[in-house]
């Protein structure tokens, strides 16, 4: 799937834009993998997710787990944009007084787990899904999952268990960027075939761009994909999408930026603007 | 021991909706009545113990009551990050219960056998680490996990231990239990050492020595008020646990009379595992007593450390 050349509209490049600013004022951050999810996280908080800002432990919510934490720079940004929280707190990204850390916490409000080490989030995904399901809630679990993450085993533990339990109201998203911090996943550990390995769990498997808004929206508005099943949808990504030279770089990991890449990061997001 | 603390929980979980028990493929028949009665909230499940603990947390976030069991490596070593991570930064009621705490499985060797639990479980802020002495406290204890804030670690004995605490004592979280008086010694023990403890203090009354006994069922938070005011009448005090001597009861006590800063001359040891894996097998008892932990090792230890306190007061 082409996803490298999907274009972006305006308002994910702004998503982006903000992005950048939290990086340059911190100082630090994990753009590509925020990047990758810009789409998804975008579409969950605009068209899919039910949720009360004013309330963000509303009993009728939508659970959503950033399972892969690290991209938490693309969820503070809605987040703040939904009104969550003061935008003023995406400034202070990462300060010792800062409500915005590294990794997602539950003291920010909208997110239900704290996450950061990998392989958590599926397995308390799942943990709601049953508590909804004794509960008889409607309410749907979406756990957003990395590739590198899934090297991880509690991942297939959490898959075999949802499998059996046939959590139909369980939504994995998995951001299928293929490269994770040290090269290509599959140089480190290839995970193909991807969409076999879910099946032969008991899900249902969907395969979209997940940079194509259309694309995500309609996927993640008719589910359960199969009554009966869990659902995967696997988002085709680029790590580091909609900055060029940032895109399947893995220097862009975990990066300390200069003041010339912040400029070109910049072009590339807005035009020749700079930072706010 | 097991059996008891299981069927709390299926009574408990009888009256109240919130309570849910997950097995990691426990023994068959584990808890027939509670999958009968109560399917709903009960879930024996693979041997997957990170991803358990991950299910338990999730469940508790979503205000359910959880009360996991598998054995007690698994449910601590095996899923620690899970537990430090998924229940112990949320703070989340789950409580997970260690079948064979210390050498219950010594004959099946040191992947089995559970000495580093409890020093594993003190690390995490807000963990409370539970370690009764007999199924009759153990009765008395699991109540009181109900509404307790956040997790809670249950470390069980064989079974069939004999019973050494008071039917009659309601059991409190945090609470230290005086269990014998005497001013020439005191022995602090957890768990199932209660029992050589309170032994090895009769044996050192027919000698003449006086030795208190406090029981400490809960590791942590730790009765520091009970066990300072004990402390500072004692010229010789003991820790006896089930439990490598680094982390446990005893790195706990240590702490604590260290900080208190003593003017009186005194003397410590703790009694345990001496930061060795067990290379026997045996029984739980045989393998006790061949690693230092009996009554006549606190009986012995005693003597010495007054000898030695003798000395230093010269």
Known sequence: MDTISTKLDKRSLELRKQIVNMMKKAGKGHPASAFSIVEIIRVLYDDILKYNPKNPKWALRDRFILSKGHGCLALYVILAEKGFFPKEELDRFCALDGLLGGHPETKIPGVEVATGSLGHGLAVGIGMVLAARYDKAKHKVFVLIGDGESNEGAIWEGALLAGKHKLDSLVVIQDYNKCQSYNRTCEVQDLEPLTDKWKSFGFAVKEIDGHDISQVKKALSSLPLEKGKPSIIICHTVKGKGVSFMEYNTKWHHPKPTDDEYEQMYKEVCGEEKAK | ?314
């Open chain 2, 1 to 314: 021991m097991r059996k008891t603390v299981l069927n709390e929980v299926y009574k408990l979980a009888k009256q109240d909706k919130r309570i849910f028990f997950i097995g990691s493929d426990v023994g068959a028949g584990t808890l027939d009545e509670f999958k009968k009665d109560i399917p709903e909230r009960f879930f024996i499940e693979g041997i997957y113990e990170q991803n358990l603990t991950g299910v338990a947390a999730g469940l508790a976030l979503e205000g359910k009551i959880v009360y996991f069991n598998t054995i007690a490596t698994f449910i601590t070593r095996r899923n620690f990050e899970q537990v430090v991570l998924d229940l112990g930064l949320h703070h989340l009621n789950v409580r997970l219960i260690g079948n064979g705490g210390g050498l219950v499985y010594a004959p099946l060797g040191p992947t089995h056998q559970a000495t580093d639990d409890i020093a594993i479980m003190r690390a995490i802020p807000g963990m409370t680490i539970l370690c009764p002495a007999d199924a009759e406290e153990m009765k008395r204890l699991v109540p009181t996990t109900v509404e307790h804030k956040g997790p809670i670690y249950i470390r069980l004995g064989k079974g069939g231990d004999p019973i050494v605490t008071n039917p009659k004592e309601p059991f409190i979280i945090g609470k230290a239990y005086p269990m014998r008086q005497g001013n020439d010694a005191l022995i602090i023990s957890t768990g199932i050492c209660l029992k050589m403890s309170l032994e090895a203090a009769d044996e050192l009354a027919k000698q003449g020595i006086k030795a208190a006994v406090v029981h400490v069922p809960t590791v942590k938070p730790l009765d520091e008020k009970t066990i300072l005011s004990l402390a500072s009448k004692a010229p010789v005090i003991v820790s006896v646990e089930e439990h490598n001597i680094i982390g446990g009861l005893g790195s706990a006590i240590s702490e604590l009379l260290a900080e208190a800063n003593f003017s009186t001359a005194k003397r410590f040891k703790r009694i345990g595992i001496n930061d060795v894996f067990p290379e026997k097998y045996g029984s739980q008892d045989s393998l006790m007593k061949y690693l230092g932990i009996s009554q006549e090792s606190i009986i012995k230890t005693i003597k010495e450390l007054g000898k030695e306190n003798g000395k230093a007061k010269k």
